[in-house]
Nanobody
Framework: QVQLVESGGGLVQAGGSLRPSCAASARTFSSYAMAWFRQAPGKEREFVAAISWRTGNTYHADSVKGRFIISRDNAKNTVYLLMNSLKPEDTAVYFC???????????????WGQGTQVTVSS
Protein backbone atom coordinates (compact mmCIF):
# COMPACT_ATOMS: atom_id res chain seq x y z
CA GLN A 1 0.00 0.00 0.00
CA VAL A 2 0.92 3.62 -0.50
CA GLN A 3 1.45 5.81 2.54
CA LEU A 4 -0.44 9.10 2.29
CA VAL A 5 -0.19 12.19 4.47
CA GLU A 6 -2.58 15.12 4.05
CA SER A 7 -2.02 18.68 5.20
CA GLY A 8 -3.31 22.16 4.48
CA GLY A 9 -6.84 22.08 5.81
CA GLY A 10 -8.13 24.80 8.08
CA LEU A 11 -10.79 27.38 8.84
CA VAL A 12 -11.81 29.85 6.14
CA GLN A 13 -14.68 32.23 5.52
CA ALA A 14 -17.23 31.57 2.80
CA GLY A 15 -15.85 32.65 -0.56
CA GLY A 16 -12.28 31.96 0.49
CA SER A 17 -9.75 29.42 -0.76
CA LEU A 18 -7.65 26.56 0.58
CA ARG A 19 -5.23 24.14 -1.03
CA PRO A 20 -4.76 20.93 0.93
CA SER A 21 -2.00 18.62 -0.22
CA CYS A 22 -1.37 14.88 -0.09
CA ALA A 23 2.17 13.53 0.01
CA ALA A 24 2.60 9.93 -1.15
CA SER A 25 5.41 7.48 -0.60
CA ALA A 26 7.74 7.62 -3.57
CA ARG A 27 8.24 3.93 -4.20
CA THR A 28 4.90 3.23 -5.90
CA PHE A 29 3.49 6.71 -6.45
CA SER A 30 3.83 6.69 -10.22
CA SER A 31 1.60 3.61 -10.56
CA TYR A 32 -1.48 5.01 -8.90
CA ALA A 33 -4.56 7.06 -9.56
CA MET A 34 -5.19 9.53 -6.78
CA ALA A 35 -8.43 11.00 -5.46
CA TRP A 36 -9.94 13.24 -2.84
CA PHE A 37 -13.03 12.30 -0.88
CA ARG A 38 -14.80 14.17 1.90
CA GLN A 39 -17.02 13.25 4.80
CA ALA A 40 -19.22 15.65 6.73
CA PRO A 41 -20.63 14.78 10.18
CA GLY A 42 -23.50 12.34 9.89
CA LYS A 43 -23.01 11.87 6.15
CA GLU A 44 -21.45 9.21 3.95
CA ARG A 45 -18.02 9.65 2.40
CA GLU A 46 -18.38 11.55 -0.87
CA PHE A 47 -16.19 11.56 -3.99
CA VAL A 48 -14.70 14.98 -4.79
CA ALA A 49 -12.08 14.62 -7.54
CA ALA A 50 -9.64 12.16 -9.07
CA ILE A 51 -6.52 12.36 -11.21
CA SER A 52 -4.69 9.76 -13.27
CA TRP A 53 -1.06 9.87 -12.28
CA ARG A 54 0.12 8.61 -15.65
CA THR A 55 -2.06 10.66 -18.01
CA GLY A 56 -3.02 13.63 -15.86
CA ASN A 57 -6.67 13.17 -16.76
CA THR A 58 -8.99 14.51 -14.07
CA TYR A 59 -12.60 14.20 -13.01
CA HIS A 60 -14.48 16.44 -10.58
CA ALA A 61 -17.81 15.87 -8.88
CA ASP A 62 -20.61 18.13 -10.08
CA SER A 63 -20.85 19.70 -6.62
CA VAL A 64 -17.32 21.12 -6.92
CA LYS A 65 -16.87 21.48 -10.67
CA GLY A 66 -15.71 24.97 -11.57
CA ARG A 67 -14.60 25.67 -7.98
CA PHE A 68 -12.11 22.89 -7.11
CA ILE A 69 -9.14 21.71 -9.14
CA ILE A 70 -7.13 18.54 -8.50
CA SER A 71 -3.52 18.53 -9.66
CA ARG A 72 -0.26 16.65 -9.13
CA ASP A 73 3.43 17.40 -8.84
CA ASN A 74 5.49 14.46 -10.06
CA ALA A 75 8.74 15.73 -8.61
CA LYS A 76 7.25 16.08 -5.13
CA ASN A 77 5.02 12.97 -5.23
CA THR A 78 2.21 15.22 -4.12
CA VAL A 79 -1.40 15.75 -5.12
CA TYR A 80 -3.23 19.00 -4.43
CA LEU A 81 -6.84 20.10 -4.21
CA LEU A 82 -7.24 23.80 -4.92
CA MET A 83 -10.57 24.84 -3.43
CA ASN A 84 -11.98 28.23 -4.46
CA SER A 85 -15.27 29.96 -3.68
CA LEU A 86 -15.73 27.78 -0.63
CA LYS A 87 -19.21 27.36 0.84
CA PRO A 88 -20.31 26.29 4.33
CA GLU A 89 -21.57 23.04 2.81
CA ASP A 90 -17.97 22.21 1.82
CA THR A 91 -17.18 21.74 5.52
CA ALA A 92 -15.91 18.18 6.00
CA VAL A 93 -12.88 16.03 6.66
CA TYR A 94 -11.05 15.67 3.36
CA PHE A 95 -9.29 12.38 2.65
CA CYS A 96 -6.67 11.57 0.07
CA UNK A 97 -6.76 8.08 -1.47
CA UNK A 98 -4.71 6.01 -3.89
CA UNK A 99 -5.56 3.14 -6.22
CA UNK A 100 -3.89 1.05 -8.90
CA UNK A 101 -6.99 1.45 -11.08
CA UNK A 102 -9.17 4.38 -12.12
CA UNK A 103 -12.41 4.86 -10.22
CA UNK A 104 -14.85 7.32 -8.69
CA UNK A 105 -16.02 5.33 -5.68
CA UNK A 106 -14.32 4.69 -2.36
CA UNK A 107 -14.33 0.94 -3.04
CA UNK A 108 -11.75 1.47 -5.78
CA UNK A 109 -9.18 2.94 -3.39
CA UNK A 110 -7.15 0.82 -1.01
CA UNK A 111 -4.81 3.38 0.55
CA TRP A 112 -6.10 6.30 2.59
CA GLY A 113 -4.64 9.23 4.44
CA GLN A 114 -5.69 10.28 7.92
CA GLY A 115 -7.78 13.21 6.69
CA THR A 116 -7.59 16.97 7.09
CA GLN A 117 -10.39 19.13 8.46
CA VAL A 118 -11.80 21.91 6.30
CA THR A 119 -14.26 24.27 7.96
CA VAL A 120 -16.02 27.05 6.07
CA SER A 121 -17.77 29.70 8.14
CA SER A 122 -20.70 31.70 6.85
Amino acid sequence: QVQLVESGGGLVQAGGSLRPSCAASARTFSSYAMAWFRQAPGKEREFVAAISWRTGNTYHADSVKGRFIISRDNAKNTVYLLMNSLKPEDTAVYFCAASNTWGLTSRTYDSWGQGTQVTVSS
